[in-house]
C-alpha cells in the first residue's frame, strides 16, 4: 500500500495524530462523509462528521483480478444514513473512498480503498454495507449477444437515442397511486395509449424524489383514468400532486426502432438471424427458403 509522501513521513515519527474517513457519493449527488476521530473533518468537498457510528472492517485487497472487499457498519441516524435511505435504494452502488489522513493536517492523507457500497443489511437501528472493490467491474460477463431483439437498453451509449427528444418524455403530476405500483397520471394529452409500456418513470419531486421504476403497461383503466403499472412497487412512498417524469418504451423490435425512433442504424439486434426451424428446412422447387417459420 503506497503512502503519500507527507503522510509517510509523519507516521514514521511514532508520534502520530491519523484517523480513517469515508466518503460516499451517492447517484443523485448527494454527499456523506464520516470519520472515527472525535473532531469533523473536512477535505475533498466531504464534511466528515464524528461520532456517526460508522466503523469498518479491514480492507482485503490483492495485486490480480480478485475483488476487494470490506464491511462498513453504522447505525442509522436522520442527521446521516436514514432506514428510508436504504429502502428507496438511494444508497445502493454508492461510490465509496477510504482515506488515511492526519488530523492535524488533512492535506497529509492516502486513499486506502476506493469502490462502491453492495450489498446493505439492516437491523437493530444499524446497517451494515458490503464495499466492493474497482476490480468487482470486472467481474461481469462481456460480449455480444446474437438474438432478433435488440440488446440495448433505450437511451444507453450503444442505442444512441436521445430519450429528451420532444414527444417521448412527459413530465406530470401524480393524481393516484395504489400500492407504489398503480399511477394516475392524468390524461397525457398526446400520447398514445401503451406509448410508455416497457419504459420509466422517475420521480422527480417530494419524499420519493429520485425513486424509479419499469413500466409494465400504460393503459386506460375501466373508469376511464389513463394509468401507468409498474413491475415492482417502489420501495418509497409517492404523495398525491408529486411531480414523476415518464420516459417512453421499447419493445426491443426492430419494426418498432425504425417507426417509433427512426433510430435503425443503431438497431444492436439480428433480425433476420435463421430460427431454430431451420435445421428442418429442405430443399424444393416453390417457395422459399429465408429462415422464417415453415408454417
Known sequence: MAFQENLLAHLQTGATTVARAWGITRKDGVKLGFTDHDCDLAFEGFQFRAATGLTASAIEQGTGLSVDNAEAVGMLSDAAVTDEDIEAGRLDDAEVVAWMVNWGNVSERSVLFRGSIGEIKRAGGAFIAELRGLSEKLNVPRGRVYQKPCTAVLGDPSCRFDVSTSGFQVQTSVEQVDQRRLFDCGALAGFEVGWFTRGQLRVVSGSAQGAQGLIKRDFVAEDGARRVELWQDLRVEV?????????????????????????????????????????????RKSGGNTGGSLR
Do not use: H
Open 239 to 283: 404523495q398525491a400532486g408529486d411531480e414523476v417524469l415518464l420516459i417512453s418504451g421499447c419493445d426491443k423490435r426492430v419494426s418498432t426502432c425504425r417507426e417509433k425512433f427512426s433510430n435503425l442504424l443503431n438497431f444492436q439486434g439480428f433480425p433476420d438471424i435463421p430460427g431454430e426451424d431451420w435445421i428442418t428446412s429442405y430443399p
